[in-house]
């Protein structure tokens, strides 16, 4: 019998434990979770400071952090839960979108296990993932809810009507929201990963430099978002500065940048509640993470019937946890794919 035909009419488990593996960019993340709620290991080995030299993620660097570490990370995973492969309902790995040469690390090694222990093999989306790190955070959350998506790739208020059926009010027309802040921690000379690093000089600074309002004049959707314009601004600030000898101060471009960045998203997830009466907020991807986005609209909802998900920074940025919590609604479903699975650089949000 082959692999597929062993697998596909496995009996789905209520009580599944399922292995999230995530290496789409930096972080070999390896979690093993329970009924898609409750984290019962969670490793991460992060190749960051490998990268940080050549001021962004080399692809090249990451594979082979990855081919390094995710042995590792998996023994550690196991040991930690005091488990064995053989408690391991089924493997979960991130399909795309990422670094296709990171990406296939965690892709030939999910399916390898799941070849070896005739397991399933749960595809997964990275951006659901992000998204349903927030089952991970609330125990209690069930759809509908609205998540503000904010990562180094994607930018996007998302309506999640039900565990798998998303919809996105809107979303970036060009750069990424995290992008943007690796790019300009790139021109005030600060190291990868730009965001914390903005965060933390920003910390410094005031909110005193003008930038431009996003789409001011556009025609697209209200939900939209282009954050090119704006990390041109700061760019053309800080080089006319320079050429006029002036001095810059970087703590407050760094704080009226995070400002402009941040408060659009916040705004645009408070309308994205008013139109469709869904009355929580969840957190997901990378910039999440940031201190004044937390803050900020923790007090944007005081005194509003809105709930509040943040998960912990650590769940915001990339990790297996979520993609465990993902791949257990996915596996609930029977989403599982066979050992033609490859990995993709792009893959739609739908
Ligand atoms: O979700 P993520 O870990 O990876 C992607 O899927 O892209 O997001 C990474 C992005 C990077 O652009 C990083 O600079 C940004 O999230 N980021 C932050 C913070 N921590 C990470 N941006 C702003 N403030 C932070 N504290
Ligand atoms: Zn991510």
Do not use: W
């Not at 039900?162 to 027309?173: M, V």
């Not at 008013?274 to 937390?294: E, F, H, P, Q």
Request: hydrophobic share 40%; proline share 3%; with cysteine.
């Amino acid at each position: 019998m082959s692999y597929f035909e062993h697998v596909k009419n496995a009996p789905l488990k209520k009580d599944a434990i399922i292995m999230g593996i995530e290496t789409s960019c930096d972080e070999t993340a390896v979690a093993i979770i329970k009924n898609g709620r409750e984290i019962l290991a969670d490793e991460i080995i992060s190749s960051a400071t490998e990268h940080a030299k050549f001021g962004g993620v080399v692809p090249e660097i990451a594979s082979r952090g990855h081919t390094t570490a995710i042995l590792t990370a998996t023994e550690n995973a196991l040991k930690s839960a005091s488990l064995t492969f053989n408690d391991i309902d089924a493997f979960a790995v991130t399909e795309g979108a990422g670094l296709l040469g990171a990406l296939l690390v965690g892709v030939s090694f999910a399916k390898s296990l799941a070849f070896a222990l005739k397991k399933p093999l749960v595809p997964v989306s990275h951006i659901r993932g992000h998204i349903s790190a927030s089952y991970l955070a609330d125990k209690t959350l069930e759809p509908p809810f609205i998540t503000i998506l904010a990562s180094g790739g994607h930018t996007a208020i998302v309506a999640v009507k039900d565990y798998y059926n998303i919809e996105i009010l809107g979303s970036t027309i060009d750069d990424a929201v995290g992008e943007a802040f690796d790019k300009v921690a790139r021109v005030l000379g600060l190291q990868y990963p730009g965001g914390p690093n903005v965060e933390r000089l920003a910390k410094s600074g005031k909110n005193t430099i003008k930038l431009p309002k996003m789409l001011k004049n556009y025609a697209g959707g209200e939900y939209d978002f282009s954050y090119s314009g704006l990390k041109t601004a700061v760019i053309n600030y800080v080089h006319t500065e320079e050429q006029k000898g002036r001095e810059v101060n970087k703590a407050d471009i760094a704080n009226s940048f995070q400002h402009s960045a941040i408060d659009v998203l916040i705004e645009k997830a408070l309308k994205a509640v008013k139109k469709t009466g869904y009355n929580t907020i969840a957190v997901s991807g990378g910039v999440g993470a940031n201190g004044y986005l937390r803050e900020t609209l923790q007090n944007a909802v005081k005194g509003k019937n809105i709930k509040l998900i943040l998960p912990e920074k650590r769940y915001c940025t990339d990790n297996g946890a979520m993609i465990g919590a993902e791949g257990y609604l996915q596996y609930l479903r029977g989403n599982f794919a066979d050992l033609t699975l490859n990995a993709k650089a792009v893959l739609p949000l739908k």
